[in-house]
């Protein structure tokens, strides 16, 4: 009896040793596993990093913002715009007054991406009345991205958001349509017909000679640059507030500068003017023979005060008389201007009816001019003819 008890405890010792055996192997195995699992995931890790780093450029910091491409939708407003890489606006200015007007304070353009300044600009230019039906826009692309299709981003976008900001509005997009500029550059090829860098220039190089003229480049300098060099100094000519806010602006600041200084010096010449006058006649009456000195100062008075108005007049005069050199402000009698109306064909009642003056004189700028022929031209094709012909005539007519 203990030989068995014996023998079924040995075998019951020998069962749970091969059990524990067999445990330990698939411990063993598992572990094997999870770590040849772990092992795998950390080298494909290891080949994915090193395979992205070998086949991709993908840089770790972000790439630096630079203009590539520099635009010109011309609506009359006219607005210039310069693009990055990205076709992201980094800068944007009004060529002309009621492109000013339309940018001035205006969000969603700088910083904007190219569709959303676009669409904005389109909104803009309906809610301000800049827009007619039939209107013809012009849009001119510069840029050193190959193969870009800007040109027909905005052609689309800008439709697009006239449509949606009044329904009843139809527009047509053109492409680089100045006749202004156009004449401009014609006649500088003209007196430069030996100068090759002048002769290879088109429109929308020649604007941005200009606008790197304006700058601060000078003009031998601007025409020996590369386009990049070109668009990289309208976006800094854009970019600075003393310039974004240009002439014109500067203009407005002086006459408002202008007219409060006016006003001050004003009321404190009064009070100096009257205390003197006053002076004198208490004066008079208590002692004529002393009211003589007292008399001289309130001449002297009366004097200072007439001078330092026409100091003023004349500072205000400087200030301002760089700009006129440049853009020239013109009043016409209803005579005069039936010599240029012409060039304004059957817009002409239009343009008197906007730069009428109150003393019944027509006042415009050779900006203001300038824009609305050019807004005629793309119009009207009938009429682009008769413009050719009286644009440089109509100028000399001015110059007189």
Do not use: W
Not at 109 to 126: Q, R
Not at 214 to 242: C, M, R, T, W, Y
Not at 256 to 265: E, P, R, T
């Amino acid at each position: 009896m203990r030989e068995n008890m014996r023998v079924v405890c040995a075998r019951i010792a020998e069962n749970e040793r091969v059990i524990f055996e067999v445990a330990m192997r698939k411990r063993i195995t598992q572990t094997t596993c999870l770590a040849l699992c772990l092992l795998t995931t950390v080298l494909s890790a290891v080949v994915l990093i090193a395979c992205n780093s070998v086949y991709t450029n993908a840089p770790s910091t972000p790439e630096p913002q630079k203009a590539t491409s520099f635009v010109c939708v011309d609506v009359n407003p006219s607005v210039e715009l310069v693009l990055d890489q990205n076709n992201v606006v980094m800068s944007a200015c009004g060529a002309n007054t009621d492109g000013k007007a339309l940018l001035f304070e205006e969000d969603g353009i700088v910083g904007a991406d190219l569709d959303v300044a676009i669409g904005n600009v389109a909104a803009l230019s309906v809610k301000y009345g800049y827009i007619s039906d039939g209107a013809n826009v012009s849009v001119e692309v510069t840029s050193t991205a190959e193969n870009n299709d800007i040109f027909e981003k905005i052609s689309a976008k800008f439709t697009s958001a006239i449509k949606n900001a009044n329904p009843s509005l139809t527009v047509s997009i053109s492409d680089s349509c100045d006749f202004v500029l156009q004449s401009e550059l014609d006649a500088l090829k003209s007196n430069n017909s030996d100068n090759l860098t002048i002769q290879n220039l088109d429109v929308a190089t020649y604007r941005l000679v200009k606008r790197a003229q304006q700058n601060g480049v000078s003009v031998e300098d601007s025409l020996s640059l590369p386009l990049d060099k070109l668009i990289a100094e309208a976006n800094d000519f854009q970019s600075d507030l003393n310039q974004k806010f240009d002439d014109e602006y500067q203009l407005a600041i002086n006459r408002a500068q202008y007219i409060f200084d006016s006003a001050q010096q004003t009321v404190e010449n009064g009070v100096y003017a009257r205390y003197f006058a006053q002076k004198l006649l208490n004066t008079a009456k208590s002692n004529p023979h002393g009211a003589i000195d007292v008399a001289k100062q309130a001449l002297n008075s009366a004097k200072y005060a007439a001078s330092s108005a026409s100091k003023l007049s004349l500072e205000f005069y400087l200030a301002c008389s760089d700009y006129f050199d440049q853009n020239p402000v013109y009043e016409l009698t209803q005579e005069q201007f039936d010599n240029i109306s012409c060039l304004l064909g059957t817009r002409a009642d239009d343009f008197k009816t906007k730069y009428s003056a109150p003393n019944g004189t027509i006042r415009f700028t050779k900006t203001e001019l300038d824009s609305f022929v050019n807004t005629v031209y793309r119009s009207d094709e009938s009429a682009r003819a008769e413009i050719q012909s009286a644009y440089g005539n109509a100028v000399e007519y001015l110059l007189q």
